[in-house]
């Protein structure tokens, strides 16, 4: 977590006995310096603090920076010299962000430009201010977060644009006739007048809702890794149809872990002006303005939609984990309508990625007891409308790790308890972030870290409410004794 230089470090874990996936928070220590050699020392402290082994680690989850899962001297490549067999999903969580970004450079679509252009003109004196207001062109949004020149966060700027669309008329209006022409109020007023513009910002919104709403999927609570695989390979299908002939689209999609890129380099392969999907508002753009929009600006549109689309897949290829065998299998594994189905080859499959069978000894004893898991049933109570969703697959595997024919299994449970706490979803982490805001606020400021721990360790590894909760009479008899301390020097 980038803030006032204090890491928030969580740790997670499939807890057999509820069932579930639990994301407990660790420790936020002060990382004086944000590299990846130091930010990877902290994690180190911390786990021996609190006596963790590293050994148990066994996935990886952060923002996506150079620092912390960047290719060379990040704290993931520095977790991976120590485990090379360390999953980590780092990219997958940013995917929307990285695709948009690749697809707008490659179109040089001025998108931030014209929203900064129009904010900072807003933000000069009270009556602009009173403008931006009825605008309200970010909502609850912070601006100079949306429009600042650190990373873009996409899912945050589509909601600006969708905006900035819905209030062109008024926008366009405000500008055509403001009094006082500038050097600043000249290039928005053009960019408003054209139809390039408004032509980029109605595709973008279309371009970007697939990639957003697959990221909205992993931050929800019932995000299931069983489907995870199906997920992704749903999205290059949504991409690739949209822009690629559809003979050259399977090929593509069957080809993903190839490394040459040939397929997206022929521009015959591409779908032809008026076949590539560029949304029904574009559409209606451009048969409502067909007088006005003559080949030359259809024509560059057309060109600019053909480099987003590209740029977008290449990334995709590049930073999907399509071809990662855990991601391929792991539904299988996991779904209990394939059981008597699977074959040894998934299981291996699976259990080799992730640093098991390091032995022949160790492989033979997983067979065993996998074909031992096959051959018996295990009851699992659940609502009649509750199969095949996330809940039930919880519920199914806590009831076989904690029956007494696995229980006995070493191996094989181990890789289950291996599989069901791979992260999946960033929903924890989300939450996590969100505590930290509500806790250290504008009020709170003088909070030091020792106190601010505490309470995020209250808020975020407390399952009960506060009012059910009995603490000890010691820690009682303590809270009282301070308390008393306190009112004395401060009557």
Known sequence: MEDSKLLMILAGFFDQTKGQNVVKFLDLPVCVTRTGDLVYNCLMETLQKFNIPTSNMVAYSSNNTEVTSGKCNSVLSRLMDMNPDL?????????????????????????????????????????????????????????????????THWASLSKVIKR?????????????SYESRSK?????????????????????????????KFIVKLQARDSQLI???????????????????????REFIQNISASSNSVLENDSDIL??????????????????????????????????????????????????VSDSV????????????????????????????????????????????????????????????TET???????????????????????KKLLLTVLCLPHSNSALEKAFNTVHKVKTEMRQSL???????????????DNDCFVVEHPESILHAARKATAAYNKVHP
């Not at 007048?193 to 980029?200: F, G, I, P, R």
């Not at 560029?278 to 067909?290: F, Q, R, S, T, W």
């Open 87 to 151: 999953f980590s999903m780092c990219h997958l969580y940013n995917v929307a962000d990285l695709c948009i970004k690749s697809g707008v450079k490659a179109t040089a679509l001025p998108i931030k430009d014209l929203i900064s252009d129009i904010y900072f003109h807003l933000s000069g004196g009270p009556q602009k201010q009173q403008k931006l207001k009825e605008f309200d062109l970010f909502g609850d949004l912070e601006p100079l977060t949306v429009i600042g020149h650190g990373p």
């Open 164 to 176: 900035i669309l819905d209030l062109w008329p008024d926008l366009l209006s405000y500008f055509v």
């Open 184 to 212: 600043k109020v000249d290039p928005i007023t053009e960019k408003l007048k054209s139809h390039d513009t408004k032509l980029a910002l109605l595709f973008l919104q279309y371009a970007m809702e697939p990639l957003l």
């Open 227 to 249: 489907n995870l695989h199906n997920d992704i390979i749903k999205l290059l299908q949504v991409y690739a149809s949209r822009s690629l002939k559809p003979l050259v689209a």
């Open 272 to 321: 032809p002006y008026g076949r590539i999907h560029v949304g029904p508002d574009v559409a209606m753009y451009l048969d409502e303005n067909a007088k006005d929009i003559d080949e030359v600006i259809e024509h560059t549109f057309y060109n600019k939609v053909k480099a987003f689309y590209i740029a977008v897949l290449k990334k995709m290829k590049k930073i999907l984990p």
């Open 327 to 386: 991601i391929q299998n792991i539904g299988n594994l996991l779904n209990p309508s394939f059981k008597l189905q699977l074959t040894s080859t998934v299981v291996t499959n699976i259990a080799k990625r992730l640093g098991f069978c390091k032995s022949r000894t160790e492989w033979s004893q997983l067979m065993d007891e996998f074909a031992m898991y096959q051959i018996n049933e295990f009851e699992c109570s659940h609502q009649q409308d509750e």
């Open 390 to 412: 996330d809940a039930f697959f919880l519920k199914y595997w806590s009831a076989v790790l904690q029956s007494a024919v696995v229980k006995e299994m070493t191996v094989f």
């Open 448 to 462: 030091n870290t020792k106190m601010l721990n505490s309470l995020l360790a209250i808020k975020l590894n407390e």
